[in-house]
């Protein structure tokens, strides 16, 4: 039973559409902190946990370069997040829906 526990637990993340969100943009590419907080106009520790939330049950990975973090999508290890996030909208769809044509961020 704990494999179900632990399957639970991760769909549970996906109950946020923030986070949903944040996962589907990864599919693409990267996205910087400073991106998403742009994004979805919160503030950036509400971005960094969310984000912190992702890290802890391993669906995103970070790299830091200077001052800002950089995640990416880290789910090889688990196929129902990929299969969920294959029916996602692209990254294009996403920021139209959020009325976001273009990303300004003052990253770097």
Same mark, same amino acid.
């Given at each position: 039973?704990?494999?179900?526990?632990?399957?639970?637990?991760?769909?549970?993340?996906?109950?946020?559409?923030?986070?949903?969100?944040?996962?589907?943009?990864?599919?693409?590419?990267?996205?910087?902190?400073?991106?998403?907080?742009?994004?979805?106009?919160?503030?950036?520790?509400?971005?960094?946990?969310?984000?912190? $939330?992702?890290?802890?049950?391993?669906?995103?990975?970070?790299?830091?370069?200077?001052?800002?973090?950089?995640? #990416? *999508? !880290?789910? =090889?290890? $688990?196929?129902?997040?990929?299969?969920?996030?294959?029916?996602?909208?692209?990254?294009?769809?996403?920021?139209? #829906? *959020? !009325?976001? =044509?273009?990303?300004?961020?003052?990253?770097?």
């Amino acid at each position: 039973m704990e494999i179900f526990t632990n399957i639970a637990d991760d769909l549970k993340l996906l109950g946020d559409r923030t986070r949903l969100a944040m996962l589907s943009l990864l599919k693409e590419r990267e996205w910087c902190v400073c991106e998403f907080v742009s994004i979805f106009d919160i503030s950036q520790p509400a971005v960094s946990q969310h984000l912190r $939330k992702l890290k802890s049950k391993g669906m995103v990975k970070e790299k830091k370069r200077g001052q800002w973090v950089y995640y #990416s *999508l !880290n789910v =090889e290890d $688990k196929p129902y997040i990929r299969d969920v996030l294959d029916h996602m909208p692209d990254s294009k769809t996403i920021l139209s #829906s *959020l !009325n976001k =044509e273009s990303v300004t961020a003052s990253c770097e």
